[in-house]
């Protein structure tokens, strides 16, 4: 695994939590002092002012690179907090952002500036597996009467708060139902082409048009803002991992007279 490639995810999950924390700042003052009725687990009162001050320094850390096992590791404490505090706090783009960085703090973090080398790619395997999943799992989502029939895409796309209201009402039902069936096509294919290096440059084209496509058509731009660019930051990595620890050039690695103990990662 490239650890330039790695220091780029970095800094950009770095970057997105702190723009989540300024979106989700409000409801964190607004739930302060209230009673919790539907807690996800039982959890200590924290004062919103320490866990948000301790998100925002362990983001900036991050996205400098400092000390990512513990500013990694304090980033995601946090965003596990605010996810199992009450039902009212969870996101599922936070949840998204949260594991994400929860890897990336057992990675390492890799460096962006000087010689980058290589890194051991085990836990960034979890990062590439996790954005796989969640675009499969939501082509899969998405295949039910409700949404093949156009009804969610009249719900979701076009309304008037979103940057570029498209006029999907004004479309036949055939031409609903076939956008509708190409999103589940899509999605579900986008989660297998991004590990196959021929078909690997077509799923990055596509996958920046499709939240590209959602910034500019749903509501909640900056909420999809997130989203994108935490999907988008683990890109790269597909990019530069190889199986059998083949270098960043694809050529072998060196072949070792015994036994090593990375000898189970992918490099």
């Known amino acids: 695994m490239s650890a330039r490639a790695l220091g780029i995810a970095r800094m950009l999950l770095g970057a997105v939590a702190l723009l989540k924390l300024c979106l989700f700042l409000p409801d964190l003052i607004r739930l302060a002092g209230e009673p919790v009725p539907l807690p996800v687990v039982p959890l200590p009162a924290v004062p919103w002012l320490l866990v948000a001050s ?3 320094v362990a983001a900036l850390l991050v996205v400098f690179g400092i000390a990512v096992h513990f500013s990694g590791g304090l980033l995601a404490l946090c965003g596990w907090y605010c996810l199992l505090l009450d039902e009212r706090t969870y996101s599922n783009h936070l949840l998204l952002i949260t594991l994400l960085v929860t890897f990336l703090a057992a990675s390492g973090g890799g460096r962006v500036l000087g010689r ?7 836990a960034v395997l979890l990062m590439l597996t996790q954005l796989s999943a969640m675009y499969l799992f939501a082509g899969l989502a998405k295949a039910n009467g409700s949404f093949l029939i156009g009804e969610v895409l009249l719900l979701q796309i076009g309304v008037d708060s979103a940057i570029l209201p498209l006029p999907l009402d004004l479309l036949p039902l055939p031409v609903l139902v076939a956008i509708a069936l190409g999103a589940v096509v899509f999605e579900t294919a986008l989660a297998v082409a991004l590990w196959f290096a021929p078909t690997r440059p077509y799923a990055f084209a596509g996958g920046a048009a499709l939240h590209t496509v959602f910034i500019l058509t749903m509501r ?24 059998g620890g083949s270098d960043v050039r694809g050529s072998a690695a060196p072949a070792s007279s015994g036994p090593s103990p990375m000898a189970s990662d992918l490099h």
């Open 54 to 56: 301790v998100w925002a």
């Open 116 to 122: 980058a080398g290589r890194v051991p790619g085990a």
């Open 220 to 243: 909640s731009p900056l909420e999809l803002l997130c989203f994108g660019v935490a999907a988008v930051a683990v890109y790269p990595l597909f990019a530069s991992w190889r199986p």
